[in-house]
Every structure is written in C-alpha cells, then in structure tokens.
C-alpha cells in the first residue's frame, strides 16, 4: 500500500491511464451528485410567468444591443491593434477559440478547490488548458477523463498564475490561499507601485495561460518602505464558486 | 437467487450509494463533517459478515474511493484497512456491546484509520486535512441508525423461502 501511495505521489504518469478511466467512470457519479442543481436550474428556466419571459427578453434585447455596439467597436480597435503591432514588428497573438463545458461536480475534499467539468479527452481537452468564466480566468485543466476533466481553481492553496497589474504592468505571481475569494501576491517589492482597486490581467509568462485575460481585483495593500515585502490581496473576478458555465480556452492552431 | 448473490447485489449498491454520498455537494464549511459511508459500511462487514469481506474488496474500494476523492491512491486505503485491522481485533467485543457503546468504539477505530490517512497527508504534501475527526465523529453518530438497517439488509438467511 506504502509503495502504490509513493508510486502514484512521484511518479504519476506510470498509473495516470488507471487513474484515468477510474476517473472516467466516476463521472456518472458527479453527474448524479448534481441533480439537485440540475433541478433547481431546470425549474428556474421553465417555471416562469409569460411576463417574466417578457421582461427577461427585453432585458436581454437590450444587452444585446449594447454589446453588439462594443463588438463593433472591438473590431476596429483589434485591426487596429495588429497594424500596429506589425508596425512594431512585435509578433502576432495568437487567437483563441473556445469549447463551452458545464460544471458536473466539486471535488469533495475542501482542501482542494477543484471542479469537473463535462468536456474530456473526446473534445479535444488537455492538461495545462486554461479556463475562464464570463468575468474573467478561473483556472486550469489538471486531469481528463474521456468525457468529463478536472479543473484547478485559481484559488487552490497549490494554484499560481502569472498576473500583471493592468495599470503599471508590473509582473507578480498570484497565488492561491485556499480562501475562494482570495489571492495572495508574494515576493513584491515594498516600492512597488500597486494600490487597492488596481485590475491584475493574466501576463502569459510560463506559456501556460494566454496573455490578457482579467484575474482578480486588488483589494488589500500592507507594508511599505522598511518591511521586506508587501502583503497584497485580491479578490479574483471570476465567480469561482458560482459559475455554471465555463469556457475552456485553445489556441487556434491547435 | 442465492442468499450470497442477492446480499452482493445488496452491497454492490450500498458501495455505490455510498461513493455518491462522498462527492455529493455540500456548502463549503461543512465539507470537513461528511461521514465517511463507506468505512462504516466496511466496519460494519468486518464485525458483523466478515463472510462476505476480504481484503481484495477493501483495497478496490479504497482505491476507487480515493480516485474520486483525488486523494494519493491508496491513501484512504491505508485508512480503510487500519480500520478493518481494527474491527478484526475487536470484532467478537463490539458485538456484544449496545449501539451507543458500539459508536464509541466506532470512533475510536474510524479515528484511527483517518489518522493513518492525516500522516500519509502530512508525509506526501506537507499539509494536515484540516478538522479531520470531524468526519470522524459524524461518522460514529451515524453508526446507531445505520447499523440496524443493515441488519436488515444483510441478515444471514434473509429470506425464509430461499431457492438454494
């Protein structure tokens, strides 16, 4: 027993296809475990006057329209964006795509912040894959399963992401307390300039997540000249433990 | 069917309800108070059918319980099998004692399976599973009302009738 637990602890790719299909088959299981917000979700879509129809469908008209305004708008800054950074010769980002996956399960250990997700290896998931919600980057894939993956929340206590603050691009490493709406930044100089409110986007050093992408909000400063580093809190913008719905990044080349 | 086959098909689907129990939802401040189902319904095996348990099925459900629990493999079976050693050592004892009493040593010996589960936590990350008899003592209060049912579930010569 001692010796399957240090097998799979230091060498985990020689039982990763057991653990796989284990994984796999236990996926029925999460899918079980989630009727009750199936139900919940599946009554909150039918069980609903005419005149809330009504009203949610202007109010989503209405959104519509301001975001296909920003869309257009988007459009022109992108090209705009490429002309420029040809003009600078710097290289061309690479564009993603994304695959829509819906949450299955948590992981029942409350050490971890980990959730599964029902996309696998049949659509096309891989480890290191980024996720990220309607407000900004949640985590990471860290196991696939044929049809369902597991994703490593930003918040989990063995989770870092490379961030810059959007305002100075000063580059920092945020990482996870194991508090769900909390990110500690560490190793920040005690003159560096961050204040409370500052947005922290994803840097894309480390080549694992892409560059950009909104991560959390600072909300707490402490220290200054004389200590040796700043204590610096965030509150990541994802709704981490809200989100129904995520969307799994890839680049388009792949 | 035969009394064996029918009490199997029984606990195939007691194992299956209790794996669905492990990664049932819970708000996040009382995922440290989940009982653990499954030791129970192996301590209960080893105490009162220990004709039906072997070692194979407690190291496979162990395995199957710490792949979805994403624990180290063979974590939590090092877990279950400190607790059916134990049941073992005990087994002749705990029958006799009243239901209470039987929680009590429930506790103990579930306490100390979760522990052998705690250290190999701390060895392998360092890190210790926080409010870890917490689990534990839901678990022993739990063993009163489960106990009884399966009794019934399980009873030797369930059915007076029996086609062997």
């Known amino acids: ?254 | 069917m035969s009394n064996d086959a029918r009490h199997y098909l029984i606990l195939t689907v007691l194992f299956m309800g209790s794996l669905l129990l492990a990664v049932w939802p819970l708000p996040f401040t009382w995922m440290p108070y989940r009982p653990v189902f499954l030791a129970l319904i192996l301590c209960y095996l080893v105490v009162y059918r220990p004709d039906l348990i072997n070692l194979y099925i407690i190291v496979i459900a162990g395995i199957i319980y710490d792949v979805f629990n994403g624990n180290a493999m063979g974590q939590q079976t090092l877990g279950f099998i400190v607790m059916a050693f134990g049941c073992t050592m005990l087994q002749q004892r705990i029958k006799m004692f009243a239901a209470i009493q039987q929680a009590g040593v429930i506790f103990l010996i579930v306490g100390l399976g979760q522990m052998a589960v705690n250290w190999v936590e701390a060895l392998l990350y360092g890190q210790t599973i926080p409010k870890v008899f917490a689990s534990v003592a839901t678990t022993a209060l739990l063993w009163p009302f489960c106990s009884p049912v399966l009794h019934v579930l399980l009873r030797r010569g369930w059915t007076a009738t029996s086609d062997e």
Request: no cysteine.
């Open chain 1, 1 to 254: 027993m001692f010796g399957l637990i240090l097998v799979d602890h230091h060498y985990p790719s020689v039982l990763k296809p057991i653990k796989a299909a284990l994984f796999s088959a236990a996926s029925p299981f999460y899918k079980l475990s989630n009727t009750p917000r199936d139900v919940e979700a599946w009554g909150e879509a039918h069980l609903l006057s005419r005149a809330d129809l009504i009203e949610r469908n202007r109010a989503l008209e209405t959104e519509a329209l301001i975001l296909q305004r920003k869309l257009q708008r988007m459009a022109a800054l992108t090209a705009e964006n490429g002309r420029l950074r040809a003009l600078l010769n710097s290289a061309k980002r690479v564009e993603q795509r994304v695959t829509i996956s819906e949450l299955i399960g948590v992981e029942p250990d409350s050490r971890s912040h980990i959730v599964i997700v029902n996309r696998g290896e049949n659509d096309g998931v891989h480890v290191g894959q980024s996720v990220i919600d309607a407000s900004g980057m949640m985590g990471q894939v860290v196991v696939v399963g044929y049809n369902t993956a597991k994703v490593m929340l930003i918040t989990d206590q063995r989770h870092a992401i490379p961030v810059q603050i959007n305002r100075t691009g000063v580059r920092a490493i945020a990482e996870g307390t194991g508090d769900i709406n909390r990110l500690r930044l560490r190793h920040l100089s005690p003159t560096t300039d961050i204040r409370k409110g500052d947005l922290l986007v994803s840097s894309g050093l480390g080549g694992r997540f892409p560059v950009g992408y909104p991560v959390a909000e600072v909300i707490d400063v402490e220290g200054g000249p004389g200590m040796t580093f700043l204590e610096v809190q965030a509150k990541p913008l994802a709704r981490l433990s809200q989100s129904r719905y995520m969307l799994l990044l890839r680049d388009v080349d792949e």
